[in-house]
């Protein structure tokens, strides 16, 4: 716009003023900025500024802006012979570009089975806030690794709580799940240990983790088997256990069948002052007694016991004792 209000009307003030006016345009840095206006330097000490945002209230102050979005100055060079040129620029602030990283998370298998979530995420301009439609958020509940991703962003668009700041990109975070400790499958081996009975015995094994948990058995710690070995004859054989669960780290125990030689029980009585001997296989006297009554105990030795009782004439009884096979076994008179 162009005002002549010299007696000269031959000078066109628009071009003898040269009023140049500029702009800003930049991401916002929480400073204020302006526009800036010059006119021809051999007319600069007679020229004033006034300034407006809405082409009706001027002042001599420069308007700024701070916060992204765009105004609109208008701007009045009045030379005092000359008279006034008017001209517009903008200032624009635009967002700031920022990263927002979504939250990871390293953690052992739950041993209850729970799922392990995320939900929270970081900005690389710390103080920054988003609405809350802005989200990052993943779960996973057995051993491996999980995606957290955003929702609610569009890059380029969204926008944080003040405008000011812009989502350029996004980094999804992952969930890390692996294996709970051995010790959490509870892995309990109970051993056996009874005298002979003629069947098979076995240790007994159990886990307090009992979902995808598989019980395995092996009498060389190499090859295993779901199906528990078994002992019947005399003797003691080790058994190797392991808990096997994919969100567990393997549990492993040994347990030991042992099958001892059945208790047998010879008992030996002999009428009242009567003098006895018993020799067990091997010739040894067990006993020798004159006393009445009888004699218990439990042999130790597969064989014939032999007891002689001596009152006038000796007389001799014997029994054969099997101590791998529980029983009671009589001598008397």
């Known amino acids: 716009m162009v005002g002549k209000t010299n007696a000269d009307s031959a000078i066109d003030p628009a ?18 900025h302006t526009i800036t206006a010059t006119v021809a330097e051999e007319y600069q000490s007679a020229t004033t500024f006034r300034y407006s945002t809405n082409g009706t209230s001027w002042s001599a102050t420069k308007p700024t802006r701070t916060n ?10 009045i030379h005092s012979t000359l008279g006034t040129v008017e001209a517009s620029t903008t200032i624009t602030v635009t967002p700031a570009p920022v990263t927002l990283t979504a939250d990871s998370l390293t953690a052992k298998y739950n041993r209850y089975g729970n799922a392990q ?6 900005c690389n301009v710390p103080g920054v806030y988003f609405p809350s439609t802005v989200k990052a958020s993943g779960s996973g509940t057995n051993v491996g690794t999980y995606s957290v991703t955003f929702s609610g962003v569009t890059l380029n668009e969204t926008t944080d709580t003040t405008g000011n700041y812009v989502v350029t990109r996004t980094v999804n975070g992952t969930i ?18 009874e005298n002979y009975d003629g069947s098979a015995h076995t240790v007994t ?5 009992t979902s995808g948990t598989t019980i395995q058995y092996s009498t060389d710690n190499s090859t295993w088997s779901t199906t528990a070995p078994t002992r019947t004859a005399v003797g003691s054989t080790i058994v190797y256990v392991r808990a096997v669960n994919s969100n567990f780290n393997t549990a492993t125990a040994t347990g030991t069948i042992t099958i001892k030689e059945a208790k047998a029980t010879l008992i030996v009585s002999w009428a009242p002052n009567v003098y006895c001997s018993l020799f067990d296989p091997a010739g040894n ?9 009888y004699w218990s105990g439990n042999p130790t030795m597969t064989g014939e016991y032999r007891a002689i009782c ?9 029994v054969n004792v099997t101590s791998t096979t529980s029983g009671t076994y009589y001598i008397a008179w």
């Open 15 to 32: 071009i003898a003023l040269n009023l140049v006016v500029t702009g800003y345009n930049g991401a916002y840095d929480g400073s204020s």
């Open 68 to 77: 992204a979005g765009t105004t609109t100055v208008y701007v009045r060079a």
């Open 205 to 209: 094994a159990s886990v307090s983790v």
């Open 285 to 293: 006297a067990v006993f020798s007694a004159s006393t009445s009554g």
């Open 310 to 318: 001596v009152n006038t004439d000796p007389m001799t009884r014997t």
């Open 176 to 193: 890390t799940i692996t294996k709970a400790d051995a010790s959490d499958l509870g892995l309990t081996v109970w051993d056996y240990n």
């Open 117 to 122: 979530s995320v939900n929270t995420y970081t």
